[in-house]
């Protein structure tokens, strides 16, 4: 399975913020839409990537982050998958670099964002399409070899 084969699964939202965004709006478009990051886009280009553990530590930090925006506390130059990489790569990629929420471009195109939980969706579908063809080659093995 490909980074492609994930995000044809999960569908083509992408939930975004412009750099000027307030974190208290980016922080209510998280909770809305029942995500974990938020895609910093300036126009059509993506500049940033904006998560969770980004607000928290902005928290941390500053106490009362009313007047923050999106763009004081983003990650700039977020790591990027690529359409191509495996399902493999992708884990080993997120877990290296600790990232839950990985931005997947196509050249300078903003394919879509996979997140941890979507690699693990994955992974228990596909693994799960393995187990029902492995029962079915098992199943189907007695009858073949009482035929030789």
């Known amino acids: 399975m490909v980074i492609r084969d994930i995000l044809n699964m999960k569908g083509g939202t992408l939930y975004s913020i412009e750099p000027a965004g307030s974190l208290r709006n980016a922080v209510a478009l998280m909770v809305l839409h029942d995500v ?5 886009m300036d126009g059509s280009r993506m500049v940033g990537m904006l998560t969770f553990r980004e607000v928290l530590k902005a928290l941390d930090a500053a106490g009362d982050v009313a007047a923050l925006a999106a763009r004081d506390i983003m990650v700039r130059d977020p790591l990027c998958g690529s359409p191509a990489d495996t399902i493999d790569e ?10 839950r929420y990985l931005p997947v471009k ?42 030789h």
């Open 36 to 40: 974990g990051s938020l895609v910093v």
């Open 106 to 147: 196509d050249g300078e195109t903003l394919l879509g964002v996979v997140s941890f939980h979507d690699v693990a969706k994955a992974v228990i579908k596909e693994t799960s399409m393995e187990n029902r063809l492995l029962r079915r080659y098992i199943e189907a093995a007695p009858a073949d070899l009482e035929k």
């Open 90 to 99: 992708l884990r080993e990629m997120m877990t290296r670099h600790h990232v």
